[in-house]
């Protein structure tokens, strides 16, 4: 299994940037999608994530009405939509696969595979 994260840079505040992750070698239309971030000296903390149907969403508080999850099962691909950033979204961003229950969704130990991480930089 294989996630391949790529779309981060160097952005001013207020600015725009899409996070693609590609996925290969899993039934991608059967995992939940999800997406953490590291800033340094912090532990990961949750984003965002999709169930594998699409059809459900979850947001951390700081990123609501901001960032925006969806994904294409045709291409193997989710995306993270990320507007109005803020210098504190600086981080490393990692998309995650797994089969999360309910009440797991937002944690880390409910995926599986993770990408190599992707850096956001948000200048003040």
């Known amino acids: 299994v294989q996630l391949q994260a790529s779309g981060g840079g160097l952005v001013q505040a207020g600015g725009s940037l899409r996070l693609s992750c590609a996925a290969s070698?899993?039934?991608?239309?059967?995992?939940?999608m999800g997406w953490f971030r590291q800033a340094p000296g912090k532990e990961r903390e949750f984003v965002t994530a999709?169930?594998?149907?699409?059809?459900?969403?979850y947001y951390t508080d700081s990123v609501k009405g901001r960032f925006t999850i969806s994904r294409d099962n045709a291409k193997n691909t989710v995306y993270l939509q990320m507007n109005g950033l803020k210098p504190e979204d600086t981080a490393v961003y990692y998309c995650?696969?797994?089969?999360?229950?309910?009440?797991?969704?937002?944690?880390?130990?409910?995926?599986?595979?993770w990408g190599q991480g992707t850096q956001v930089t948000v200048s003040s």
């Open positions: 995650a696969a797994g089969r999360p229950i309910l009440s797991g969704v937002r944690f880390a130990q409910s995926y599986a595979y």
């Open positions: 070698g899993l039934t991608f239309s059967s995992y939940a």
């Open positions: 999709m169930r594998w149907s699409g059809g459900s969403t």
